[in-house]
C-alpha cells in the first residue's frame, strides 16, 4: 500500500451537519488506478465522505468541515479553489441513472460543448461511448432522447458523461442500486476497464460488490474509518471485530 | 452476547458442525474397533470396520455439499468463510482416517488366521493417543480452542515416539527370525497407518488455527 503516492490524501476529516458530526477524524491515503469502495450501515459517513472529495456537500446549507482533503497535492478546501476545476477533476455517477433530457449525443458532448469545445465532438463520442462500454449499443442512435435507454444504459451513459469531461477520478456513488444483476456485471466489469486511466472510489450497499470490484475497502460505522485496507484482507481476515460483525452479519 | 440477523445461515453452520462431529465419531470408533479386531483376532469385527467406511464416505459427500450450498448461496466473508473452507479440509483428513482405519481392519483380518509372533502390547497403546488426538481436534474445532489444539499437537511426539519404539522391536524380531517377517510387517504397517491417523488430527489442529486466526503454520514438523 505505501509503494504509490496518494492521489488522495485526507488528514483529520471531520465534517458537521449543524451540530451533527458526520464524519470523525478520517485519515487515509487514496491510490492511483486503484477501486477503492467503503462500506456500511446507513447513516455510517460513507456517502457524505465520497462527496467532501468533489465538495458536493458544499450545496448543502448549514455544513462545516475542518481537516484537510489533497488531491494531487492541493488541498481541495483552500479559499483559491476552483470547485467547477474540481468537479471537472472529479467526476461523480450517481444513485440513479440521471441522464439529461436531450440526445445521446448531447449527453456526451455536455461538459466539452460548456467548455467551449466545438471541434472533434463526434471522435470524442465515439472514444467516450467506446470506454463507457455503450458504443455498440447505440451507435445507431447517437440522436435519440438518453431517456429512451435502459436503466443499465442510461447508468452507462452517465458515466460516459462523466468521462468526457476528462476526469483523473470519478466517485460512484452506489451505481447499481438501481440496476438488474446483468447490468451491474457489466458496470462492475467496466470500473476493472478504467482503472488503468482512473482512480474510482464507490460507495455500495452491495458487499460482495465491494469484494468483486475493489482493491481497497473502508468500513465506516457512526461517522468513523473503522478499518481501511485490502480488500483481500477485509473479506478473509478483517482486524476490526465491528468490521466482522459487519460483514457477517453479527453485531457484537 | 454478539446479536445474528443471520439466523438461517447460523443454523446451516451448527448443523455442518454437528455433522463433523458425527463423522469424526464414527472415524473414531473405526480406529478403536479395527485395534481391539487386530488384537482380539476378531474377523467379525473387522469387516464391521471395513462396512463403516461407506457412511463415513456419504458423510464426507454430504458435508461438502453444504458447504458448496453456503459458499454459494451465503456468500459467507471473515470467519465464517474460513469455518467452511477449514471444513472442507477437515472432512478430507477425516475420510482419510477412515481408510486408514479400514487398512488396519483388513490386516486385522489377515492376522486373525494365523498364530501371532508377540503379543500385541504397544499398537493399542498408540492407537489411544491417535484417537485422542482425533477427539481433541474436533472439540477444538466445535469449540473454536486454540489452547486445546496446542495440547492435542504435543500428543503426536507420544505417537512418534511409539512409532519408532514398535519399530525397532520389530525388526529386532525380524533379523532374530526371518520366518516371522511377513507377520511383522502386518504390524510395521498398522503402526504406519496409526502414526499417519495422528498426523491427520495435527493437520485439524493446523486448520483449527487458521479458522481463529486466519494464519496457517505447520505445526509439527
Not at chain 1, 442510461?154 to 460512484?172: E, F, K, N
Not at chain 2, 481433541?136 to 473454536?144: C, T, Y
Request: aromatic share 6%.
Amino acid at each position: 500500500m505505501e509503494t504509490a503516492a496518494c492521489i488522495i490524501d485526507v488528514n483529520k476529516l471531520n465534517f458537521y451537519y449543524g451540530k451533527f458530526q458526520a464524519l470523525k477524524d478520517i485519515t487515509l491515503c487514496l491510490k492511483p488506478h486503484k477501486i477503492t469502495a467503503f462500506i456500511g450501515p446507513s447513516g455510517c459517513g460513507k456517502s457524505t465522505f465520497l462527496r467532501t472529495l468533489n465538495r458536493m456537500n458544499d450545496l448543502i446549507a448549514g455544513v462545516r468541515i475542518n481537516g484537510k482533503v489533497l488531491i494531487d497535492g492541493r488541498n481541495i478546501y483552500a479559499p483559491d479553489m476552483d470547485v467547477v476545476e474540481l468537479r471537472r477533476r472529479v467526476g461523480m455517477v450517481f444513485q440513479r441513472p440521471n441522464p439529461f433530457p436531450m440526445s445521446i449525443y448531447d449527453n456526451v458532448t455536455y461538459a466539452p460543448r460548456m467548455k467551449g469545445q466545438s471541434r472533434g465532438l463526434d471522435d470524442l463520442v465515439e472514444r467516450t461511448l467506446v470506454r463507457a462500454a455503450l458504443w455498440d449499443e447505440v451507435k445507431d442512435k447517437l440522436k435519440v432522447s438518453a431517456l429512451s435507454l435502459s436503466g443499465g444504459q442510461q447508468q452507462r451513459l452517465c458515466i460516459a458523461r462523466a468521462l468526457a469531461a476528462d476526469p483523473g477520478i470519478l466517485l460512484m456513488d452506489e451505481p447499481c442500486s438501481s440496476l438488474d444483476p446483468v447490468s451491474t456485471l457489466r458496470i462492475e466489469e467496466l470500473m476493472q476497464d478504467l482503472k488503468s486511466e482512473y482512480t474510482i472510489i464507490i460507495v455500495t450497499h452491495n458487499m460482495q460488490q465491494a469484494a468483486r470490484v475493489a482493491d481497497y475497502t473502508g468500513f465506516f460505522l457512526s461517522g468513523e474509518l473503522i478499518e481501511f485496507g485490502d480488500s483481500n484482507k477485509i473479506f478473509t481476515k478483517p482486524d476490526d471485530k465491528r468490521t466482522e460483525g459487519y460483514i457477517t452479519g453479527r453485531f457484537g | 452476547m454478539t446479536e445474528s440477523i443471520r439466523k438461517t445461515f447460523d443454523e446451516q453452520l451448527s448443523d455442518m458442525q454437528q455433522e463433523i462431529v458425527c463423522m469424526g465419531s464414527m472415524v473414531e470408533q473405526m480406529v478403536h474397533h479395527a485395534i481391539k479386531a487386530l488384537s482380539e483376532r476378531d474377523i467379525e469385527l473387522a469387516e464391521r470396520v471395513i462396512r463403516m467406511d461407506d457412511a463415513v464416505d456419504d458423510l464426507d459427500i454430504s458435508i461438502e455439499g453444504r458447504c458448496m450450498r453456503m459458499l454459494a448461496l451465503q456468500q459467507p466473508v471473515a470467519r465464517d468463510l474460513r469455518t467452511i473452507g477449514t471444513s472442507m479440509k477437515i472432512i478430507t483428513d477425516l475420510e482419510r482416517m477412515g481408510d486408514h482405519a479400514v487398512d488396519i481392519a483388513k490386516l486385522a483380518r489377515t492376522l486373525a488366521e494365523q498364530p501371532l509372533f508377540k503379543p500385541i502390547v504397544d499398537i493399542p497403546k498408540m492407537a489411544a493417543v491417535a484417537q485422542k488426538m482425533l477427539r481433541e481436534s474436533l472439540q477444538a474445532f466445535v469449540n473454536r480452542d486454540i489452547d486445546l489444539v496446542q495440547k492435542m499437537v504435543a500428543d503426536d511426539d507420544a505417537v512418534d515416539a511409539l512409532y519408532r519404539r514398535i519399530y525397532d522391536e520389530i525388526v529386532d524380531y525380524m533379523e532374530k527370525d526371518p520366518g516371522i517377517i511377513r507377520q511383522a510387517i502386518i504390524l510395521l504397517r498398522v503402526a504406519r497407518f496409526l502414526e499417519r491417523i495422528a498426523d491427520h488430527a495435527t493437520n485439524i489442529g493446523e486448520r483449527v488455527i487458521f479458522m481463529e486466526t486466519g494464519v496457517l503454520e505447520e505445526l509439527n514438523i
